[in-house]
């Protein structure tokens, strides 16, 4: 009998903010399977333990995705045919990934390799990172008809909401122009973790930050 597997996002820091159906699904799990940093178990996974401690007597599965550009397709394949293994044993294994899977996650990188070799998967949702920086900023992403447009660390002059993802090492260019099309920004950095950073108005957002930072900019 095949296993199944399950794309789990963990959400964007905060363990409480894990949904039932994830905490369901790592708790059934035979095997966790998440990216490694320099050998060890990744973000996703230490959110994921804080709220199910029983994560610690499952099977770790370390996944290799190196942060670089160019070509990793090699990379892909091999985490695919580690997951594909257990699961021809009959394995159910739970992929934690940061925020949602659908979104910036490195999960449909390996889901079609997956699926090519007849195993089913699923994807159970997480709660993604904009929208808990709207929630601590207490500001609403949009009201009414308004927009909003999700970008990578690129600032567009855009009439509605710009959520701008990925940030950190492109501040001075983004608050310069922010400051230029006369609209106002707010950041947070490390939405929901223990060195969280909240910034509510332009100029006191600082010139660099982390990876996960995540400016959101509104019409003043």
């Given amino acids: 009998m095949k296993g199944k597997l399950f794309a789990v996002g963990v959400g964007p820091g905060d363990p409480e903010l894990l949904t039932l159906k994830a905490v369901k699904e790592i708790k059934n799990a035979d095997c966790i399977a998440c990216p490694e940093s320099k050998g060890e178990p990744g973000v996703a996974y230490h959110i994921a333990k804080n709220a199910v401690p029983e994560i610690e007597s499952k099977e770790l599965l370390l996944l290799e995705f190196p942060m670089r550009e160019g070509d990793i397709k090699e990379f892909h394949q091999k985490a695919a045919d580690q997951i594909i293994l257990r699961l021809s ?4 294994v739970a992929f934690l990934t940061l925020g949602d899977p659908s979104f910036y996650s490195t999960f449909f990188y390996l889901a079609d390799i997956i699926a ?4 089913d998967f699923e994807i159970i949702n997480g709660i993604t990172s904009f929208s808990a920086v709207s929630s601590k900023l207490k500001l609403p992403l949009s009201l009414g008809d308004e927009s909003v447009m999700i970008t990578s660390g690129e600032f567009v002059d855009f009439e509605g909401t710009l959520v701008i993802l990925k940030a950190g090492n492109k501040l001075k260019e983004i ?46």
Wanted: with cysteine.
């Fill in 175 to 220: 608050k310069e122009k922010v400051s230029s099309s006369g609209k106002t920004a707010y950041m947070a950095e490390n939405c929901g973790m223990e060195n969280e950073r909240v910034y509510k108005d332009l100029w006191s957002i600082p010139n660099e930050a982390g990876y996960f930072s995540i400016i959101v900019i509104k019409n003043r």
């Fill in 116 to 119: 090519n070799r007849g195993y």
């Fill in 89 to 92: 044993k009959g394995k159910n």
